[in-house]
């Protein structure tokens, strides 16, 4: 049949596929080098799928930080040039996309702003290149604690498990005794960061409150839609207290859903993931009473460090930090200071000017509102961590109460001896 | 020598030495990483691509769970690198390791080949995927071998053998590229020998040559070997690149890759997976340094290509060709 048309559909395809190639082969592929001048730093993250507000809320911090250090004429009028990346949470994604930043777009240091699995991948990367690595997201203790995942270039600036776990359990085991909460249910990711934070919490209770017994547990999927099983579980055992490290969407639907069968009525809730805003503004009228470490509020640490913090975040973006901000606020405020000390790109001389280094930080609770990065595993000690219970208003915590550093550090030394880690 | 003949070896292996040669000199010519980067995943990804292209492209066999393999020979190479046996070996680790990592493939193949090929269709597609499941709970579930759902943590040595040190990054190109070269040669004198043609029988019409005396599951079985193979051999590659191994490589996620590719490169043409292959890398490369709308541009790829050329970009230019 003889065509009406002087194109065909195929013919307009041809030439948006021909002139999509030619733009995509001008502008983006290969990714190299744009500003030579610029001090680069690489951010792999995950900026798509269920938790891309982690790599909003990381994405966030940094611009604020690099906008401001970039205003004030940088280091010598060398900019810092921020290229964030999304892996997609996939970790081999991970580890290609930091080859690229080493490789092709010859970043001068690494934020690692991932989730566990994929700072795995990305710690052999840089293990291997010898890249400045800042670790910001990842809370697994073995990234930075085991000796045989440990390397020279790696620091770590977000929270850690075993410091969450004797944190809580100290907390804990006051109310324990107070309330005499014996019986106790918890409720888990199933996977490793899930079953460790449970264990690593249990142990450490048993230690403060011995005689606790756990009547069940609950290991629902990651990113699992529905809690029921889980809560009949508990409306039958009648804990007298659940612990939980759910979080993001997983910890609202289980407290939502839980809600409904007043669960919260006859046993109190300690979830270690709760308080961060973009967790509590998701539940529905969040109820009164509920115990959560302060993953990031506001309200604490008490300093108009803090609030000062979070009104210039909230002013820049319209939103509250989360905790994945505050740990890259600080990987970045520590970084910009080791260019500016060392006046250098060069990834020994920063890793030295990184290594025990103690500043003021809005976070800091050590000596002068302070946080260090400890000199034998390059891993932040000495950040604000409180527990306390949900309000359903602004501040959305009250009574918290600060966890003792002294003992967090007494007991995750005895932790790692028992691992062989120390 | 015909050299018009398709299953001439000397030629293939000719045209394969002459494009591995003329890889070595485009590594010197343009010597950024990046680059070198997506042309050895190109081959890592082909080889996986291909692997499963036997299952589909000439058995006509859709595999949902061949990630499987891929992930059983990179798990087998790690945690064979991670173990003491590397002291002993000392140079002989990574020959012995990615000859394991293709072993354990194929006997893992030939336990679940033996079972599923007696299925067909979607049966045969959904208890692959199953299977894969199974694996990668297992993975999952064994924490203290496979490191569960952080993956194999520490990375692992990787001793040099016979003057390559795979540490090296020109060293790691030139063999992964030979080593999935040379594979490829040996997979095209399968495809286009007798072999090769019973599965294009069995594709177009399983009842004939069961007639004609042919043992149809026999040679569905062992498709099934080779194909996982190649994807073990691929996934060996891959953590000897990444310098581990990951659940999600056992997950049903990454078997949908090789199939992304077969649907852009062909899967009608012998190399049209490893173009496909091309095709996914560059357009990974671009989109993640241009935009977070990963899923959205390869989808509307794909479309263009199924919409548009009806077929694969391989098979869509052998026909334009032939034409001509």
Known sequence: ?422 | MNLLKKDNFQRDVFLGLLVWFMLIIFYYILPDPGIHDIIQKVFILGLFAMSLNILIGYLGLIAFGHAAFFASGAYTLGLFLQSDFVLNLAGFSIPVAIVLAVLVSSILATLIGVICIRLKDIYFSFLTLAFQMLIYSIILALVNITGGDQGLMGGFPKPPFLGIDLGKPFDFYAFTIFISIITIVLLRQLIESPFGYGLRMIRDNSERPAALGFNNQKHKLIAFIIAGSIAGLAGSLQALLDVGAYPEWAFWSKSAEPLFMILLGGMHSFLGPLMGALIFEILNDFVTANTRYYGLVLGLVILCFVLGLKKGLLDWLLIKLNRK
């Open chain 1, 1 to 422: 049949m003889k065509k009406l048309n002087k194109y065909s559909r195929r013919d307009i395809l041809k030439t948006s596929a021909s002139t999509a190639s030619v733009f995509a082969l001008s502008t983006g592929f290969p990714t190299i080098l744009k500003a030579e001048n610029n001090i680069k730093i690489g951010v792999p993250t995950i900026l798509s799928g269920r938790v891309a507000q982690l790599g909003i809320s990381v994405s966030n911090a940094l611009n604020m930080a690099v906008d401001n250090f970039n205003k004030s004429g940088g280091l010598d009028g060398r900019n810092i040039e921020l290229i964030i990346r999304d892996s997609r949470a996939k970790p081999d994604e991970a580890a290609r996309v930091c080859r690229n930043f080493i490789n092709s777009d010859k970043v001068d240091a690494i934020i690692n702003a991932e989730a566990s699995g994929a700072s795995f991948a990305v710690q052999e990367v840089i293990r291997e290149s010898g890249t400045l690595c800042l670790h910001t997201v990842s809370e697994t203790t073995s990234l930075t604690a085991d000796p045989s995942i440990r390397t020279w270039n790696a620091f770590r600036f977000s929270r850690q498990g075993i410091h969450d776990a004797v944190g809580s359990a100290e907390y804990a085991a006051k109310l324990v005794k107070e309330k005499g909460l014996k019986k106790w249910m918890s409720i888990g990711p199933d996977y490793a960061y899930g079953r460790d934070s449970t264990k690593t919490f249990f142990d450490m209770l048993q230690k403060f409150a011995p005689g606790v017994e756990i009547v069940g547990q609950g290991w629902p999927k990651l990113f699992q839609p529905d809690y029921t099983e889980v809560i009949t579980q508990i409306v039958r055992e009648k804990p007298d207290a659940i612990y939980s490290c759910l979080w993001g969407g997983d910890l609202v639907s289980f407290v939502n859903q839980a809600i409904l069968y007043d669960t919260f009525k006859n046993s109190e809730l300690f979830a270690i993931n709760l308080a961060d805003y973009t967790t509590m503004s998701a539940i529905k009228n969040l109820p009164k009473g509920l115990h959560s470490a302060t993953r990031y509020v506001a309200a604490w640490p008490n300093t108009q460090d803090n609030r000062d913090y979070d009104k210039a975040y909230t002013d820049l973006y319209g939103d509250h930090p989360t905790n994945w901000s505050w740990e890259t606020s600080i990987a970045i405020d520590y970084l910009i200071n080791a260019l500016k000390e060392t006046g250098s790109t060069d990834n020994k001389k920063l890793a030295e000017a990184l290594k025990g280094k103690t500043r003021k930080s809005f976070m800091g609770v050590g000596e002068g509102n302070s946080v260090t990065i400890r000199n034998n595993d390059q891993t932040l000690v000495d950040y604000s961590i409180g527990w306390g219970t949900t309000i359903p208003n602004d501040p959305f915590v009250k009574d918290i109460q600060s966890v003792d550093w002294n003992t967090i550090k007494e007991l995750e030394k005895e932790w790692l001896i028992n691992k062989g880690w120390l």
